[in-house]
């Protein structure tokens, strides 16, 4: 293993089949990888982490190409991607983001072979039921903040012996988001 391999470990076995995870060694015992799920959140991020949190105590293979681009090139592609959230599992998943790396193209051996079992249209299929999760947790998450602004404002609200400073200031967030409007009638 060496600095700018693909390299990848077993994530998960389900039934028969085994889903592996990928990441690109940066050297120095640290991976740049495409963590799905990080700190609760459910789209996942681009992240520089130990090899030792990449596997987790699993095997690490690297992923061997007949044409790839240099090193420094290979690393400059994953260090521009740090941060990067727009994981998707069929178009743009951990394996999609090492491949990258090494060739400039995106591609995943896994939703290949996914294809050829359940076709184009079965991939789009699943693609479709997972961006309609995904887009619940996110209105549960946004519903889930603004209650909290309504629930901080009213705690503020009640400890505050200036009660017109606040009723103007609740009055001017409400304005603010006129579909809101049942937050006057609490006061």
Known sequence: MAQGDHIYCIARKIGHSIIYHHGIDCGNQTVIHYQKEYKNENLGIIRWVSLNEFAQGKKIYTKKYDLCDQVLIVIARAKRKLGERQYNLFKNN??????????????????????????????????????????????VQSTTDQTKKYMDMLIKFGKNNQRN????????FSKNNEDDNDLLELV
């Open 94 to 139: 951990c394996e999609h983001f090492a491949h990258y790396c090494k060739t400039g193209k995106y591609k995943s051996a896994q939703v290949e072979k996914a294809k050829e079992v359940v076709g184009e249209p079965g991939i789009a299929a699943a693609n479709a039921a997972v961006n309609t999760f995904n887009t619940g947790i996110n209105y």
């Open 165 to 172: 400073n606040n009723l103007n200031m609740l009055i001017k």
